[in-house]
């Protein structure tokens, strides 16, 4: 959900042209810490109406090597990789996507998702896309 959250250059939704063929492709960026790790996902939105189908493109799971012994984890496309190969496959990633300028829509975390049920909002994701929708 994090991905719908507000936008900067580290999370939220973006809009992307690829620059062969100039289809449209929405990426999320979700980026967090917790008490012993800090995250970056990269997914790939795809809307039909009111749906959408997410997949992940990119995780990197970063210990706090302070707190724990865990070691970093890359992956691509769910499988795992090293670094390396992490930092190449992003970039040849995005080297073939330009960033399109759009307007800043969004929602607040509680209006998707509900923490004390652990679902999702009913008809949350739907309102969203709509107001986004109506801001063009």
Known sequence: MGGFLPRDENRG???????KDGTLHY????????????????FEINFQGTKFNDQEIFLADIPD????????SYYVNQKEVNK???DKAYKQYF??????????????YTDLFNNEDNKFVPNGIASFINLYSSSK
């Open 13 to 19: 939704l973006h809009l992307y042209k690829n620059k």
């Open 27 to 42: 990426i999320a960026f979700v980026d967090g810490s917790g008490s012993y790790n800090s995250y970056l996902q990269v």
């Open 65 to 72: 090597q302070e707190k724990t012994d865990d070691m970093p």
């Open 84 to 86: 390396s190969a992490f």
């Open 95 to 108: 080297s073939s996507l330009t960033l399109v300028p759009s307007k800043v829509i969004t929602a607040n």
